[in-house]
């Protein structure tokens, strides 16, 4: 599974965030290179049958994180010339506002989907899943906030567009076990963070990894990673510590170095 956040000229170097902003041209290479090598890119709620064990084949997950209204300009249209889907997580507490997180940290406001881009987004068929309220982490409240930003991004984003939301995405990845639980018991099919490793069988569908992609990604370094199991190989040449089957902490890693 691929998580992508921006789709668009990347800022002037030095900007805070700057390696998740990815020019269209590159979203485009990568795509249409895995579709020429037989590869199917899908939305979360398409690979459900795949990671339940009911299909195989050659698929991977495209997800992209925040809502960013550039993504429906540069990235939707790509996704439907290749005739794949994707999943839009979504801040419902920020629809048709910026990335307000990333502002303490001195990264530009990024315009975000309005409801009718939502609707745009979703008549194109592709997913909507919830990315919280606010884009808090996690592991930084306590639980009446986990259950209320967990819980509430799926009601709001229901209530506001008329579709059941299947799949959430922790913002930074951050978790621990108890909020994998708390998005279990608010009713999500699927749950996805940021360990960079291949999804396998067995993986925890409420903690299932994902390869993040940035703006300095080699195309072949980029294949390998999602064709091959080079990532889990990478991953294990670097300082990292296994948490669990398939999981890793990247040492020296902050959230905003490696996840929104």
Not at 141 to 155: L, M, N, Q, Y
Request: aromatic content about 8%; hydrophobic content about 35%; charged content about 20%.
């Amino acid at each position: 599974m691929l998580s992508y956040h921006q789709t668009a000229t990347p800022p002037r170097r030095g900007t805070p965030v700057r390696s998740l902003v990815l020019p269209p041209w590159r979203f485009a290479l990568q795509l249409r290179t895995l579709k020429l090598l037989g590869w199917q890119g899908l939305s979360m709620r398409d690979l459900e049958p795949y990671l339940h064990g009911e299909k195989t084949g050659k698929v991977f997950g495209i997800t992209l994180d925040d809502g960013y209204l550039n993504n429906l300009e540069n990235a939707l249209p790509v996704l439907r010339e290749l005739g794949f889907t994707a999943t839009a997580f979504i801040v419902s507490g920020q629809v048709g506002g910026t990335n307000a997180w990333d502002h303490p940290v001195g990264a530009p406001a990024v315009p975000l989907m309005d409801v009718d881009d939502l609707r745009t987004w979703l008549d194109a068929g592709m997913e909507i899943g919830a990315h919280t309220r606010n884009h808090v982490n996690l592991c930084a409240t306590d639980e009446v906030v986990a259950r209320e930003e967990i819980a509430g991004s799926k009601h709001d984003l229901e209530q506001l567009l008329g579709i059941e939301v299947r799949s959430f995405c922790y913002p930074y990845g951050e978790h621990r076990a108890e909020h994998a639980d708390m998005v279990r018991q608010a009713g999500y099919a699927t749950a996805t963070a940021i360990v960079s490793s291949r999804t396998r069988a067995g993986d925890d569908l409420m903690r299932l990894p994902r390869i993040s992609v940035h703006l300095y990604d080699k195309l072949p370094s980029f294949l390998a990673r999602v064709t091959t199991d080079y990532e889990d190989w990478r991953m294990r040449q670097w300082n990292t510590q296994p948490t669990s089957r398939g999981y890793y902490l990247l040492g020296g890693e902050g959230p905003h170095a490696s996840a929104h």
